[in-house]
């Protein structure tokens, strides 16, 4: 395991290698405990580096079997091998040569999930972001291209099934025992996005016809037994192949793509080249198992996987501080693919959500790092947030300063200068540029500047003049290791509503340049003017989301329920009814009285009865802030028992105001026909599924979600009313009858028991850690598998906030047990999991303080991995 070294890794230091890796040629034997890799180099020094400079190559814990150049043995004294390095002076003279090295691994033993593994007795690896080195001695940096021939030989029995990248070029019997395959991908790519996959899997295949023609084989591989669980992943896969080729111009390029899936992974999902590997939770569904939210992840993470072949694979990074070239962009891809396939207002709402639920807590907490940071202790620790989500974020910004069109030319132009190549974010700036003739020098700042702009708008309407005035203030908390900060260029698409609702004509404006509805910020402080403007307007700001800042606007409750009702911008009459819900919650938390203007509750009954919206609309409407939403809202000395108790006193008020109402509806979105996952019926479904919460609070009994976890003939009916049963009736009987008939029927389903772990880890409440406790001696628990982990410890810890900050400490305390436990096999996930205590700061004195010991106890355990060390380093601050 890699401890602590101290070590940081600066952006400054970036040097090329001395020498490249231009061709790989691998060899494996598989076996479970000794796997034999040999791995052939061909070595070129780069030009102007001395003939007498050494190869350094990385290695983790790797063992050195044998070591040769040009064919002869390497001397003892020419070489110097760690578990972590390999170095070797004493070269040839000639600039290229070949070096041979072979390794011997246990993937059987790898509980990391990093290098060579295996999951369900199935071998596959990981190796993003620097897992190779687990393998073999490489230069395993994203800039060394290098083609890739591989060798996979295997035992029939064990591994019928050998899988590589690129394109498959041989295969045969070894013996009566063992088998080979040769795979062999001319793409010339970073050792990151290498892969293997090898054993007894089934799977189905289709074909992909490309634009110009070609054919590609589709394959995706699962447990035996699970393939028709595939084919809505294989149908994702081909319509996402479809939309890239018309909306970016991006054509397949290898004669078949493989898609696995295993249940053992640490992340979503893994791009290598033609060969992605998945968590098969984001591979299977069907409607008896699978939710909504299920099918449309797995739409999503198809897509962003498949979209990572021109932007990560073809055009990968530099070094690792540029992952938002990849990331960021795959994620603003993937976002517009299923605002594309789905609902796009729904979709921007969703992603804002995630956004504020997940980035801004970073970003103004003890973790908040640039969108491409400047330093690292572990990269593992910067697959955040912030480099994905706000990474995105800031590629859509770039569209809507530029326009649909000049956007489209920016890339084209990226994808055709450096197609084959590892660049920076500065290269993909730079295309913008000169596709669009416009600077984006003070833009840029959005990529290296750390923390959540803050902007604040007071209007006035002056009515003799006819002009409409807004001051306009911009800053950004310091955040550590950034103090000062600069004015950044915001982009606002706006709208001025008039007395009718509709959205007015706007002559002439001062102050700021303002262009097809979008208003530039560039300064800490601006006075924007609009003239001629014949009645007070009502200012929409921000509409779509436009930039990813906080924004305070002196609205009234007027304005807010007008804009709600009116705006021609969707998102912003979301964000209408969510501000006021917001503003209502906070003031209950804090006062703790519980009498809700009936304008708001009125407001929000005919939003979930307004036929023009759309049902999925209509729901996220009724989606109340979440706990966690609120805290993040109130910022400082939370209490989270009182947010939980205003929470629900608005949704029964809600609930009880609107009961007959509601009930209708819930009625009339009853589907009749079989179930299919499409948007339309998800929609139906997501709206009747937040009004059963309504009502069952206000019916003041669990009835109705029982009738309906036991009429369900789909997942997401299913585990809505059960969810619904347990977190508003967790003691009462038809709750436990439910949960255990769950259990029953799904116990053999590991990703259906995720669920069942999720809903009851979230039940609010102190009493929840106890139950967390003993589930996780569940048979169908496991400390070593990281989707059990994520949804019963990660989910209690980041999804319940009375219970995770239970005013005791015992929550805290809880959570350090298990990272200090996870991290012994698996740091990566060890790490992600320590960070729920980052916004250990806002909670009140009494928890900030236990919250703190169990960090603290956290970083005294002796030989702590890089990964949880550096977490909580920084989150101790
Ligand atoms: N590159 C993967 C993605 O974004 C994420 C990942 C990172 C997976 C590291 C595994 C390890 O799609
Ligand atoms: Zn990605």
């Known amino acids: 395991m890699r401890t602590d070294s101290g070590q940081v890794f600066r952006l400054e230091d970036y ?183 090898a054993g007894d899997l089934g799977s189905i295949h289709d074909t992909f016809t490309t634009s110009s023609g070609r054919e ?24 996402s192949m ?28 893994m791009e290598n080249k033609g060969l992605n590997v998945f968590n098969d939770k984001y591979v299977l569904a069907d409607p008896e198992t699978a939710t909504d939210a299920d099918y449309a992840n797995i739409e999503a993470i198809i897509a962003h996987e498949y979209f990572h072949n021109w932007t990560g694979n073809r055009i990968t990074c530099r070094d690792w501080f540029q992952l938002c070239l990849k990331e960021g962009l795959t994620v603003y891809r993937d976002h517009e693919f299923s605002a594309d396939q789905r609902s796009r207002p729904v979709k921007r709402i ?84 000169e596709a669009s003739g416009r600077a984006l020098t003070h833009f840029a700042l959005w990529y290296h500047q750390a923390g959540t702009p803050r902007v604040n708008v007071t209007s006035s309407y002056e009515a003799d003049t006819g002009d409409f005035v807004l001051n306009v203030e911009q800053s950004v908390p310091p955040t550590p290791a950034e103090s000062m900060k600069k004015p950044l260029h915001i982009p606002l698409a706006y709208g001025l509503l008039g007395p009718n609702g509709e959205d007015m004509e706007v002559g002439s404006v001062e102050g700021a340049t303002v262009a097809d509805g979008v208003i530039h910020l560039t300064e800490g402080s601006q006075t924007v003017r609009f003239r001629g403007i014949g009645s007070r307007p009502v200012l929409s700001l921000n509409r779509g989301f436009s930039s990813p800042i906080v924004l305070k606007q002196d609205l009234t409750k007027e304005d807010r329920l007008f804009l709600a009702r009116h705006d021609s911008d969707l998102y912003n009459r979301w964000e209408a009814i969510n501000a006021l819900c917001v503003e209502a919650l906070i003031a209950a938390s804090t006062s703790g009285s ?41 910022g400082s000395n939370v209490n989270p028992d009182a947010v939980l108790a205003a929470r629900s006193a608005l949704r029964l008020a809600i609930g009880s105001a609107a009961r007959d109402a509601f009930g209708r509806i819930y009625d009339a979105q009853a589907d009749r026909q079989p179930f299919s996952p499409d948007a339309a019926s998800a929609g139906k479904r997501s709206l009747r599924n937040i009004l059963l919460d309504y009502l069952v609070a206000a019916d003041g009994s669990p009835e109705l979600a029982s009738r309906q976890f036991e009429a369900a003939d789909n997942m997401t009916d299913r585990a809505a009313a059960l969810s619904v049963l347990a977190h508003q009736y967790p003691q009462h009987e038809a709750t436990q009858k439910a949960l255990s008939a769950f259990e029953e029927r799904f116990c053999d389903n590991a990703l259906v028991m995720d669920k069942w772990f999720i809903i009851q880890a979230t039940i609010p409440g102190a009493a929840t850690l106890d139950l967390v406790r003993g589930l996780t001696a569940h048979p169908a628990f496991s400390l070593t598998n990281p989707n059990r982990v994520r949804s019963l410890v990660g989910t209690f810890a980041s999804g319940n906030q009375t219970g995770f900050h239970r005013a005791d400490g015992a929550g805290y305390r809880f959570l350090a047990d298990t990272v200090i436990a996870l991290d012994k096999h698996n740091p990566q996930v060890a790490a992600r999991l320590s960070t729920a205590f980052r916004s250990w700061r806002s909670m009140e004195a009494g928890r900030q303080e236990k919250a703190r010991k169990a960090l603290a106890s956290i970083n005294e355990v002796p030989n702590l991995s890089r990964d949880v060390k550096d977490i909580v380093e920084r989150t101790l601050g």
């Open 15 to 197: 040097k090329p290698s001395d020498y490249l890796i231009t061709h790989t040629d691998l060899l494996f034997r598989l076996d479970p405990t000794a796997t034999l890799v040999t791995a052939k180099l061909s070595v070129k020094r780069r030009d102007g580096v001395a003939a007498n400079a050494p190869v350094v190559l990385d290695g983790d814990g790797l063992v050195l079997e044998s070591l040769s150049i040009n064919g002869m043995p390497v001397s003892d004294d020419r070489y110097k091998a760690t578990p972590d390095s390999l170095e070797i002076s004493g070269l040839p003279q000639e600039a290229s040569f070949e070096l041979e090295i072979v390794t011997r691994i246990s993937p059987v033993t790898n509980k990391a999930l990093m290098g060579l593994y295996q999951s369900s007795g199935n071998y596959c690896t990981q190796c993003e972001a620097e897992g190779f080195r687990r393998i073999t001695y490489f230069l395993d940096r994203p800039d060394n291209l290098s083609t890739f021939t591989v060798r996979i030989e295997a035992k029939k029995s064990e591994a019928p099934v050998l899988l590589s990248n690129g394109n498959p070029v041989e295969q045969g019997s070894l013996d009566s025992e063992w088998h080979y395959a040769v795979w062999h991908d001319p793409f010339p790519k970073p050792s990151y996005l290498f892969a293997l996959v």
């Open 216 to 239: 590609v084989a589709l394959g995706i591989y699962v447990e035996h037994g699970k393939e028709p669980l595939a084919t809505y992943a294989m149908d994702a896969l081909k319509r």
């Open 242 to 269: 479809r939309w890239d080729e018309e909306r970016f111009g991006c054509e397949y390029d290898l004669s078949v793509f493989n898609i696995v899936a295993v249940s053992d992974f640490n992340m979503g999902a």
């Open 350 to 433: 969703a992603e804002v959500r995630n956004l504020r639920a997940l980035q801004f807590p970073e970003d103004q907490g003890p973790l908040a790092h640039p969108v491409r940071p400047r330093r690292y202790k572990e990269i593992n620790n910067f697959y955040t947030s912030t480099v994905y989500e706000k990474g995105s974020e800031v590629v859509r910004m770039i569209h809507t300063i530029l326009g649909a069109e000049q956007f489209r030319a920016g890339m084209d132009l990226y994808f055709q200068r450096h197609d084959g190549q590892a660049v920076t974010i500065e290269d993909f700036i730079a295309c913008f540029q």
């Open 594 to 634: 519980y009498d809700f203007d009936p304008a708001l509750v009125q407001c929000l009954v005919e939003m979930a009865s307004n036929e023009s919206l759309e049902p999925a609309y209509r729901a996220l409407a009724l989606s109340l802030p979440t706990e966690a939403d609120i805290a993040r809202e109130i």
